[in-house]
């Protein structure tokens, strides 16, 4: 069955620093997502990304977050200078839709950013 | 979205079924229900959805009241490997998932 995969599984950094996680969605998948979940809490979506460009974000997708997809199949998401509250599990997520609510994503198994 | 609501938490014994509930009285007619689980340590996985009639699948079935307000999400034989966090989520349109806490099924031998 497809996957979508990221990399790195953990990653820890200094406060301040750059980080960039990596996915790379199903290939026949034209939309994707980033979310993150800090510990004990719900899944928070992030942005959705579809045609190199952003379709949707949210209000915690402020300027210290990016995201590329910078060949055919990998899909990035930077955060420019990590901050201790960045500290979470960030998920990628990909589908293909059929214009209505019948849409089902799939996600990776996440990377979990440590920043101390 | 509308939105759903669900118990916090829920317990169930291994190899019986269990029933979980979603309220979501404010549904519009284009609202699909959409089931999602999240199994410790992983990413959320999709189990089920359905718009108007009950639906089957390999991992679970999805019962939707008749006025729509409601809907179940029904494992038939639970197993440990089933215990996860499970969230029941509407969607009419557009391309986020909304998650909200979902319900905490413990499964105990």
């Known amino acids: 069955e497809p996957e979508v995969t990221q990399t790195p599984s953990h990653q820890v950094t200094q406060m301040g620093q750059e980080v960039i996680l990596r996915c790379v969605p199903i290939?026949?998948?034209?939309?994707f997502y980033w979310y993150r979940q800090i510990l004990g809490q719900k899944v928070e979506f992030l942005v959705s990304?579809?045609?190199?460009?952003?379709?949707?974000k949210s209000e915690i997708f402020d300027d210290q977050f990016s995201v590329e997809r910078p060949d055919g199949s990998n899909f990035t998401l930077k955060i420019r200078s990590t901050k201790l509250e960045d500290s979470a599990m960030y998920f990628c997520?990909?589908?293909?839709?059929?214009?209505?609510?019948?849409?089902?994503?799939?996600f990776g198994a996440g990377s979990r950013l440590t920043v101390l | 979205d509308a939105k759903t609501t669900q118990p916090n938490s829920m317990e169930s014994n291994e190899e019986e079924p269990v029933h979980l509930p979603c309220n979501h009285s404010?549904?519009?007619?284009?609202?699909?229900i959409h089931w999602y689980r999240q199994l410790p340590s992983q990413g959320p996985e999709y189990v089920i959805h359905?718009?108007?009639s009950n639906v089957n699948n390999r991992m679970a079935s999805l019962a939707i009241a008749e006025d729509r307000k409601s809907s179940t999400l029904i494992l038939h034989r639970a197993t440990l490997r089933d215990a996860a966090v499970y969230y029941c989520?509407?969607?009419?349109?557009?391309?986020?998932?909304?998650f909200g806490k979902g319900t905490s099924l413990l499964v105990t031998p």
């Open positions: 997520a990909s589908n293909t839709p059929r214009g209505s609510g019948a849409n089902v994503l799939t």
């Open positions: 290939s026949n998948h034209l939309y």
């Open positions: 990304f579809y045609n190199n460009e952003i379709s949707e």
């Open positions: 404010t549904i519009s007619g284009t609202d699909y």
């Open positions: 359905g718009l108007t």
């Open positions: 989520i509407l969607r009419n349109s557009g391309y986020a998932l909304n």
